[in-house]
């Protein structure tokens, strides 16, 4: 794989993270990763649900609304009109209120004998003694002997209609306007976490998982816009709508307002009572969801295993036992947390029983017109509503802001060491490599390399061996300067590598990994990654040279035979000969093989070590190899054990001196079978 593949030195995307795509990290002979401990902040590591709450929450609250400072205006817009929707919606029951009493005014009106007024109408029922009705007929507006005023009935409706419409709007407008403009900062939140990525070392990803990096900037990302989309707007409008509710509530009847308001402590401590009890069991219901959807994954991944080994019903009764606890506790959290909203019903039946008793009471005796109690009982069915919404909106926006506490994290990560690019190379270089000096260790109380030093000629194959964990793939990652060193220097061609640009430094040096790595998409495609440029001439001559096409001709769809997701429709082999084509058309200075032909047969082994040595030609080439055999005609093999070299020379040379060599060689064809293929050497020497 060549870096002008921009793999792994260029962009690390969400997608290749998901497949391990493309990251060249410190293999297990070199580097052992830091025990990952997730918490229950992580969720699920694999695309489970994200965080639930945040540690720091305000200062997490605050930049996460610091994002929004650029749209500034248009926040206030939205704030602008869902202020006007609320009023709108909160007024509009006691205009409402007052249709109300003018439809009974008309009907008690009526009632009564023509020709007097109002007021001498009051005055005969209180020399009767009827007080409490005479205070219920005084507060009405009526003309005694005249019916409903229908002009005016209609004008009330109308207001209230074109009020409740107008209201609507600015909401459907609010929304659409905060959509907008959360999907804008969402975007950019998306684009500094890819551009993030790229801008990390390769150790931040050694010492975490996969599905944690994944998790932060997919799933995280998501739950902040949609805390940002919801609950952002919902919880500005239901706090507006509270503080209304219980302006008009006074402003109708304190007395009333007072009975309502006793509800809300009430309903408080139910809630946070029954809440504390079914958050701890949603946690379990989450952390039995992950645990059984790992089950799932393992269950599919290793499907071929469990037929083998005939663990059937093995893996069902584990299934069973962990579907059976994600059953316990989803059952529990939602019955328990069902309790919520039939209390606070209760508790809110109780305060609306309250108000109608009294409401009917002070109607009766005058103190309230009937509108008003109207009114007043709409405002008391409609207070726990917003109430209702915002304590769903406050655990959805805690949960996107523990998402955006971990996204933070993730974008303060401190980056890879900056450019300091002040000399370039030619367009065709030498491919001169020279080690001076040079120290490494991933941590500093486990060093790696120490004080290594060797050349690599050009044109030549450097072919390095050793036992695990002796330093070899560290070795070619300083090179491409995944890593920085520790002290010395690394030169090609005369220049050290740190003086310059990663990019230029990887558009010199093409790789050939262990793990081959197809994108989705055509053969063709795959093979024209390597140089975006190429003609379609340079490609077949690249296919046709590394024997890409001698296979891709038995294909059905030839060259457009599309890779799928897994790469399945292709073999190992094949899927290798590919890189190495990816690599040749690239046409790199300087070439990388790391340990490219272990996963392939020993007949596809042929094909892929006749490919590199096309490959190789004329280009200095590091190959690092377990298998003694594929590196016999190297120009000088580096022997390395505890990050040093401890011997290099050809293969003959190592052989004679009877060293580590030789104990590699003579432990890896074992005994008699390796006295064997030196006395073969031998004769064809002699030959």
């Known amino acids: 794989m060549s870096t002008n593949e921009k793999l792994p030195a260029g962009k690390i995307t969400a997608e290749k993270l998901t497949a391990g795509a493309g990251t060249v990290t410190a293999d297990d002979d070199d580097f052992v990763e830091e025990e990952y401990k997730p918490t229950e902040a992580d969720g699920d590591m694999f695309g489970g649900a994200p965080a639930k709450k945040a540690e720091h929450f305000w200062p997490s609250a605050k930049r996460l609304m610091g994002l929004l400072k650029p749209e ?110 959360v999907m804008r900062v969402v975007r950019k939140l998306r684009d500094d976490t890819e551009k993030k990525l790229n801008r990390l070392p390769l150790n931040y990803f050694d010492i975490r998982q996969r599905g944690d990096t994944l998790s932060r900037v997919t799933n995280d990302v998501d739950n902040i816009q949609q805390a940002l989309q919801q609950a952002f707007a919902q919880l500005l409008s239901s706090a507006l709508t509270v503080i209304g509710i219980v302006i008009m509530m006074f402003i109708v009847s304190w007395q009333l307002a007072l009975i309502a308001l006793v509800a809300l402590p ?84 109780l305060s609306y029983v309250g108000i109608a008793v009294v409401g009917g009471l002070r109607v009766a005796s005058g103190g309230m017109s009937l509108g008003d109690a109207t009114a007043f009982i709409q405002y008391s069915r409609e207070f726990t509503q917003p109430l209702g919404q915002m304590a769903g909106m406050a655990n959805m926006l805690q949960s996107g802001v523990a998402s955006a506490e971990r996204v933070f994290e993730f974008l303060d990560a401190e980056e890879q060491d900056a450019e300091t690019a002040i000399e370039h190379l030619p367009a065709k270089t030498d491919g001169h490599v020279e080690f001076k000096r040079v120290t490494f260790s991933y941590s500093a109380d486990k060093p790696l390399i120490e004080d290594l030093s060797f050349n690599a000629e050009p044109g030549h194959t450097v072919a390095i061996v050793g036992p695990t964990g002796a330093g070899k793939t560290t070795l070619v990652n300083l090179v491409m300067r995944f890593y920085e060193l520790n002290s010395g220097s690394i030169t090609l061609d005369g220049v050290d590598i740190t003086r310059l640009s990663r990019s230029e430094l990887r558009a010199k040096v093409g790789m050939v990994l262990q793990d081959a790595w197809l994108f989705g998409g055509s053969i063709y495609d795959n093979i024209k990654y390597g140089n975006l440029n190429a003609t379609e001439e340079q490609i077949m001559e690249a296919a046709r040279a590394t024997f890409v096409d001698r296979f891709v001709r038995a294909l059905p769809d030839g060259y457009n035979t599309v890779i799928d997701e897994e790469g399945n429709n292709v073999s190992a082999g094949e899927k290798q000969l590919i890189t190495i084509a990816r690599a040749f058309v690239a046409n790199p200075s300087l070439l990388i093989l790391d340990e490219a032909t272990s996963s392939v047969d020993t007949r596809t082994e042929v094909l892929v070590q006749k490919a590199m040595a096309a490959l190789r030609t004329d280009r200095t080439s590091f190959v690092i190899a377990h298998r003694l055999s594929t590196i016999r005609d190297a120009d000088t093999i580096l022997v390395m054990e505890a990050g040093r070299i401890v011997e290099q020379g050809n293969h003959r040379d190592l052989l004679e001196l009877q060293g580590a060599y030789y104990r590699l060689y003579m432990s890896q064809f074992a005994g008699e079978d390796a006295e064997q293929s030196l006395a073969d050497e031998a004769t064809a020497v002699h030959s």
């Open 266 to 349: 009430l309903s408080g401590v139910a809630a946070g009572i029954i809440g504390a009890r079914s958050q701890k069991l949603f946690a379990a219901q989450w952390k039995n969801t992950g645990t059984l959807n790992g089950q799932i994954e393992e269950s599919f991944a290793g499907h071929d295993l469990v037929r083998v080994f005939g663990r059937d019903a093995d893996i069902l009764a584990r299934f069973d036992e962990r579907n059976e606890a994600l059953y316990k506790a989803s059952f529990g959290a939602q019955f328990v947390s069902g309790m919520i909203m039939p209390v606070m019903q209760f508790v809110s039946y």
């Open 72 to 181: 500034s205006a248009g926040i206030a817009l939205v704030l602008a009109m869902v202020t006007v929707a609320v009023v709108l919606n909160v007024v509009a029951p006691r205009i409402l209120g007052q249709a109300m009493d003018v439809i009974f005014g008309g009907v008690v009106g009526k009632q009564l004998p023509a020709g007097v007024s109002k007021d001498q109408f009051v005055d005969g029922l209180r020399a009767q003694g009827e007080n409490n009705f005479a205070d219920m007929i005084a507060r009405m507006e009526l003309v005694p002997g005249a019916g409903i005023d229908f002009q005016k009935l209609s004008f009330l409706i109308s207001v209230v209609l074109v009020m409740y419409f107008v209201a609507n709007i600015f909401t459907w407008l609010q929304g659409y306007v905060l959509n907008v403009l």
